[in-house]
């Protein structure tokens, strides 16, 4: 009898193994864990058989999956730090629960993960300005082209002005510097008639004086005194006549110097307005030629200013291309970086509990070559007689106290 139970367990042992092994391997959640975990998880039979399950204590009525659920599972792990180990024993862990994670090194590569997400979020929201084309600026009117007529024609008016005078000056000039000939043939004439009255005077009292020494008769005398004194009246008068004749030459003479006077000054006026007229055409000019060297040089500060405004946009176009690569690289670098960290925590084993139960057992650690390893025993809650199902309370007294 003994050794018909004893064969049974046996039988009962290797189905529910090979049961277990089969859904732990296409179970998708176990897959997971160990893929993430690449630990060594390895299940005993040694382990099953070991004083877990009494067949005087199984009831017959027990079915396979009841027997499959709450066998033990035994589990070893391979890790760098015993402190990566997370459960103890008679810790009560659900499925998926961490078992063992090096958890400092995953949130230190968290948090350069977060670091490096926030740096290019913050690279990626800066917007770089593009630089503003400049505007084609208008150019300068050209200039007028340069008439001086009104200089020039003040300049003709000028010169014709002086001719003018000059001719007149030249022409009157002999003429005004002789005296009048009427004039000077009336005063003639005046003294003419003067020296002729005189000398009828000068004969009459020579005349008269003869008379007298001849003693002739005194009606005679009379007669010819009275002739004297008619003569003498006509000598007053030929003097008077005469100086009336030099009054009106000196006076001819002096409108004369006086006309040439004028026309020397209407010369002198003459020459005074061409010159005038002349320096107006050259201030002219002056303006002219000031105001093309200033158009020419405001055209070239205008050119100079465009140049600058060109080069500075040329400057500002390398400055973006090149903040354009700055952040290019950077993002690329943080990509690189950000890659190399979840290929690091990718590479980080974690292993994840793959039933529901409490931990029995964890043997002392062993280590070689660096390498620690130990093996935990996870036992299936107590089931209820009732139902056969898990009743989810903690392990019974005799269960909690596992040994190591």
């Given at each position: 009898m003994n050794v018909f139970n004893k064969n049974n367990l046996i039988t009962y042992?290797?189905?529910?193994l090979t049961?277990?092994?089969?859904?732990?391997?296409?179970?998708?959640?176990?897959?997971?864990?160990?893929a993430e975990s690449k630990s060594k998880v390895v299940i005993d039979k040694a382990d099953v058989v070991d004083n877990e399950l009494d067949d005087s204590a199984m009831p017959a009525a027990v079915d396979y999956a009841v027997l499959q659920q709450n066998r033990p599972l035994r589990?070893?792990?391979?890790?760098?730090?015993?402190s990566f180990l997370k459960v103890k024993v008679g810790q009560q862990i659900k499925k998926?629960?961490?078992?063992?994670?090096n958890s400092t090194e995953r949130d230190r590569l968290s948090k350069q993960k977060q670091s490096v997400t926030l740096q290019i979020d913050n690279l990626k929201s800066k917007g770089i300005p593009q630089p503003f084309k400049p505007t084609q600026q208008l150019g300068i009117k050209p200039l007028p082209p340069a008439i001086f007529s009104e200089e020039s024609a003040a300049i003709a008016q000028g010169k014709m002005k002086l001719s003018q005078a000059g001719a007149i000056l030249e022409a009157r000039s002999q003429l005004l510097q002789s005296d009048n000939p009427e004039r000077r043939a009336e005063a003639?004439?005046?003294?003419?008639?003067?020296?002729?009255?005189?000398?009828?005077?000068?004969?009459?009292?020579?005349?008269?004086?003869?008379?007298?020494?001849?003693?002739?008769?005194?009606?005679?005398?009379?007669?010819?005194?009275?002739?004297?004194?008619?003569?003498?009246?006509?000598?007053?008068?030929?003097?008077?006549?005469?100086?009336?004749a030099k009054a009106k030459l000196n006076a001819s003479a002096i409108a004369q110097q006086q006309e040439l006077q004028q026309l020397q000054i209407n010369m002198r006026l003459a020459e005074s307005e061409l010159n005038v007229a002349e320096s107006r055409y050259t201030a002219a000019q002056n303006r002219r030629q000031l105001t093309e060297y200033d158009a020419n040089l405001n055209e070239a500060r205008r050119q100079q200013e465009q140049n600058q405004t060109q080069q500075e946009y040329s400057r500002q176009q390398q400055q973006y291309a090149q903040s354009v690569r700055d952040r290019d690289y950077q993002l690329a670098q943080l990509t690189i970086s950000f890659t190399n960290i979840e290929d690091k925590l990718a590479l980080i084993p974690m292993l994840r509990s793959p039933r529901n139960g409490y931990v029995r057992r964890i043997k002392?650690?062993?280590?070689?070559?660096?390498?620690?390893?130990?093996?935990?025993t996870i036992s299936a809650p107590p089931v209820s007689s009732k139902n056969g199902s898990s009743n989810g309370t903690s392990p019974s007294p005799n269960q909690s106290k596992p040994t190591r």
């Open positions: 042992c290797c189905v529910g049961g277990l092994i089969l859904a732990t391997k296409y179970y998708p959640r176990n897959q997971i864990a160990i589990m070893s792990i391979s890790v760098d730090n015993p998926g629960d961490v078992i063992s994670d003639e004439n005046a003294e003419a008639g003067l020296q002729i009255a005189s000398q009828r005077v000068q004969d009459q009292e020579q005349m008269i004086q003869s008379m007298r020494d001849m003693k002739l008769s005194s009606e005679i005398l009379q007669h010819e005194e009275a002739e004297l004194k008619k003569v003498q009246s006509q000598k007053d008068q030929a003097n008077s006549a005469f100086d009336q002392p650690w062993t280590g070689i070559n660096g390498k620690y390893t130990t093996t935990i």
